[in-house]
């Protein structure tokens, strides 16, 4: 059964960092795309960071390049998302996703939901001005 557990959303000011985890299980990590989207409110879910072959290729859209970095640890089964220099426009629920067909390049995968089958809960995150 395969799990996505997302954590470490908060409240901070712009500016500042944080940090989100997606904890695996039920499936190799290396064998999936792995990808977080955020949907801020009253808006369509948007892909902004993926990864295929195990976090060797790696996509981030425009909106958080420079910014934000995703990486992977296989061994603990986890995807990060390292959040630097936050803008109140980046508050939004953020969600990982999870798909066994990878795609040749992460750019595919994050175009939209479609493209991932497994999701987590979502984390909140709210950057203040």
């Known amino acids: 059964d395969v799990q996505l557990q997302a954590s470490g959303g908060g409240l901070v000011q712009a500016g500042e960092s944080l940090r989100l985890a997606c904890k695996a299980s039920?499936?190799?990590?290396?064998?999936?795309?792995v990808g977080w989207f955020r949907q801020p409110p009253g808006k369509e879910r948007e892909g902004i960071s993926c990864?295929?072959?195990?976090?060797?290729?790696?996509f981030h859209s425009d909106s958080v390049k420079g910014r934000f970095a995703i990486s992977t640890d296989n061994a603990k089964n986890t995807v990060y998302l390292q959040m630097s220099s936050l803008r109140p426009e980046d508050t939004a629920t953020y969600y990982c996703?999870?798909?066994?067909?990878?795609?040749?390049?992460?750019?595919?995968?994050?175009?939209?939901?479609?493209?991932?089958?497994?999701w987590g809960q979502g984390t909140q995150v709210t950057v203040s001005s």
């Open positions: 996703a999870a798909e066994p067909r990878q795609q040749e390049h992460p750019r595919a995968h994050c175009k939209g939901v479609a493209w991932f089958d497994h």
């Open positions: 039920g499936f190799n990590f290396g064998d999936y795309a």
């Open positions: 990864v295929t072959n195990g976090g060797e290729t790696i």
